[in-house]
């Protein structure tokens, strides 16, 4: 797949350097486009992005296929932290390759 390279306005990236990601679960979202860069923009005015940083955001994404809508969100987005879920890993027993004699 090739690089993706977003390009946006000084002013937008201040702001990003500032604020960095808004917090948003992609997972359970319609998977329409339009959808999820309605969410990507509900996230950003949320997390105190400017209408500009939205619009280009929008314009980034539309500028693309579905996967460049995708890829545009996960720059602006990040997932809410899972710690507090319970995470079979932490169950894992470091004996499990002991030899049993």
């Avoid at 917090?23 to 329409?32: F, H, S, T, Y």
């Avoid at 997390?47 to 940083?53: K, L, R």
């Avoid at 004996?95 to 049993?100: A, C």
């Amino acid at each position: 797949m090739p690089e993706v390279k977003f390009e946006y306005s000084a002013e937008v990236m201040e702001e990003y350097a500032e604020l960095g990601k808004a917090e948003l679960q992609l997972v359970g979202i319609d998977g329409n486009a339009f959808s999820i860069m309605a969410a990507v923009g509900k996230a950003m005015r949320t997390h105190g992005y400017s209408n500009q940083a939205k619009g280009e955001m929008v314009e980034d994404s539309m500028s693309g296929d579905y996967n460049h809508v995708i890829q545009t969100a996960m720059f602006w987005t990040d997932s809410p932290d899972d710690e507090d879920e319970d995470d079979p890993a932490d169950e894992w027993d470091e004996d499990w390759d002991d030899d049993e004699e």
